[in-house]
């Protein structure tokens, strides 16, 4: 009986590898699939809409864990074969939606919002799956089918791209994470400043680890991309400006709050070029930016804390990282996480499945929650720290500094370094 529960068990675990053991040549064409979404509605009730497909040659994405994604995200993609059923595809995400429908004004009206997501272009019928979660595990979802052949995917093969340069050049786009550094609200006069900013970034994010060990498996690709004005919009000031991705502050009418909700435009910056991540440097020295997993970092590059806060939002867009900091003041605390529920960010828990955490770092005999001493902040002693996730209560941390929370400190605490490293692995070969 037990030679036999084995023997299924194996044949079980053979079936649920189909597509890990596939080769990526099987399943789909050397060629990107963008898919154009809108996604809108309110606190209540969120919908999904495909506004439209388009292809280029080429994929830069990853060819291997096609089945699988690192982290769940506030939301995901999947590609079923249309015949068979088999998962041959999957990425997750956040959205700048998912976090609009969080404030207060998503309980007053409806919006709607841009995202892109690029997948491999499968070689038969496929369907995709795209599914939202708010911060309550609540699901919205929408299904369309690919077919291949659609005589109405635009087709963008052919569009010149525009400059780019390579400023790091681990190895050859299709086996490295593409990294594509977008210029905005610099004119075509300041590219040079653009290139040294940019070139700034790159030796910022290669400066921590993890990422100083996995060097070789990153590329980092400039894009000229200028625009009309100097300088980003600054509505409270009621200073708008025509930028290469139209970004502003005040979002969610939080004056720190620097993000674009042109991601359309995005993309098409991109078109024909090796990318899988963005970073959008804004030519601003006052002080701001965000970070949205699997969806773009923007932050300001001539504030003094440029450097710490391009990784820390960075932390964010490619690795889900959540904000390890606080508010003291309950008035000003966020409404993004819900404490009955297990927050999906790898570096912060409301305890309510730890175990999918960091319970494996946990120094043993420790205190939860965990006393901050001198000797615990100066070594990122890993713990249960209380704070954190905008919320002074309920919600705990693995250090007492960490990149995620402190501009002053030097590294990701050890929790915040091992997630970082499994998307990284995921990503690469």
Same mark, same amino acid.
């Given at each position: 009986?037990?030679?036999?529960?084995?023997?299924?068990? &194996?044949?079980?675990?053979?079936?649920?590898? !189909?597509?890990?053991?596939?080769?990526?040549?099987?399943? !789909?064409?050397?060629?990107?699939?963008?898919?154009?979404?809108? !996604?809108?509605?309110? #606190?209540?009730?969120?919908?999904? #809409?495909?506004?439209?497909?388009?292809?280029?040659?080429?994929?830069?994405?990853?060819?291997?864990?096609? =089945? =699988?994604?690192?982290?769940?995200?506030?939301?995901?993609?999947?590609?079923?074969?249309?015949?068979?059923?088999? @998962?041959?595809?999957?990425?997750?995400?956040?959205?700048?939606? $998912?976090?609009?429908?969080?404030?207060?004004?998503?309980?007053?009206?409806?919006?709607?919002?841009? !995202?892109?997501?690029?997948?491999?272009?499968?070689?038969?019928?496929?369907?995709?799956?795209?599914?939202?979660?708010?911060?309550?595990?609540?699901?919205?979802?929408?299904?369309?089918?690919?077919?291949?052949?659609?005589?109405?995917?635009?087709?963008?093969?052919?569009?010149?791209?525009?400059?780019?340069?390579?400023?790091?050049?681990?190895?050859?786009?299709?086996?490295?994470?593409?990294? @594509?550094?977008?210029?905005?609200?610099?004119? &075509?006069? $300041?590219?040079?400043?653009?290139?040294?900013?940019?070139?700034?970034?790159?030796?910022?994010?290669?400066?921590? $680890?993890?990422?100083?060990?996995?060097?070789?498996?990153? =590329?980092?690709?400039? @894009?000229?991309?200028?625009?009309?004005?100097? =300088?980003?919009?600054?509505?409270? #000031?009621?200073?708008?400006?025509?930028? &290469?991705?139209?970004?502003?502050f005040m979002t969610f009418y939080m004056a720190r709050y620097l993000t674009s909700s042109n991601v359309y435009d995005m993309y098409d910056l991109v078109t024909n070029i090796p990318c899988e991540h963005f970073i959008i440097l804004a030519n601003t020295s006052t002080y701001g930016g965000g970070g949205i997993y699997n969806s773009y970092t923007l932050t300001t590059a001539h504030h003094p804390d440029f450097g710490p806060v391009v990784v820390h939002e960075f932390g964010h867009s490619f690795a889900g990282l959540g904000d390890e900091y606080f508010y003291d003041n309950d008035d000003d605390n966020d409404n993004m996480h819900s404490l009955k529920h297990e927050p999906w960010e790898p570096n912060i828990t409301t305890l309510v499945d730890f175990d999918s955490k960091w319970a494996d770092m946990l120094p043993y005999g420790i205190e939860v929650p965990t006393t901050v001493t001198p000797e615990r902040t100066a070594n990122y002693t890993v713990g249960l720290y209380e704070g954190g996730g905008y919320l002074s209560k309920g919600i705990y941390r693995p250090a007492d500094v960490c990149r995620m929370r402190n501009n002053t400190a030097e590294r990701f605490c050890p929790v915040c370094e091992r997630a970082i490293e499994k998307v990284i692995l995921h990503q690469s070969r």
């Open positions: 009986m037990r030679r036999l529960l084995l023997t299924i068990a &194996a044949v079980l675990l053979s079936s649920s590898l !189909f597509a890990y053991n596939k080769h990526f040549e099987e399943l !789909f064409k050397d060629g990107t699939l963008r898919i154009d979404y809108t !996604f809108m509605g309110n #606190a209540f009730e969120q919908h999904v #809409a495909l506004r439209e497909m388009s292809y280029t040659d080429n994929w830069y994405g990853r060819r291997i864990n096609l =089945n =699988n994604v690192p982290l769940k995200g506030n939301g995901d993609l999947t590609l079923t074969d249309s015949v068979s059923g088999e @998962v041959i595809y999957k990425t997750s995400f956040s959205s700048l939606f $998912q976090e609009w429908i969080t404030t207060p004004e998503a309980l007053e009206i409806s919006k709607s919002f841009e !995202f892109t997501l690029l997948v491999p272009m499968p070689l038969k019928q496929s369907v995709a799956t795209l599914v939202l979660r708010d911060n309550t595990g609540k699901e919205s979802s929408h299904s369309f089918t690919i077919d291949p052949t659609d005589v109405l995917i635009r087709d963008r093969s052919k569009q010149e791209p525009l400059p780019y340069k390579y400023i790091h050049k681990g190895g050859d786009s299709k086996e490295c994470i593409d990294v @594509v550094i977008l210029a905005e609200g610099y004119t &075509a006069d $300041q590219m040079d400043i653009f290139m040294n900013d940019a070139i700034a970034t790159k030796k910022e994010i290669l400066g921590y $680890q993890p990422f100083i060990s996995y060097t070789e498996n990153f =590329n980092f690709i400039v @894009v000229m991309s200028p625009s009309v004005d100097s =300088n980003v919009s600054v509505p409270q #000031a009621r200073d708008w400006r025509d930028t &290469a991705v139209s970004s502003n």
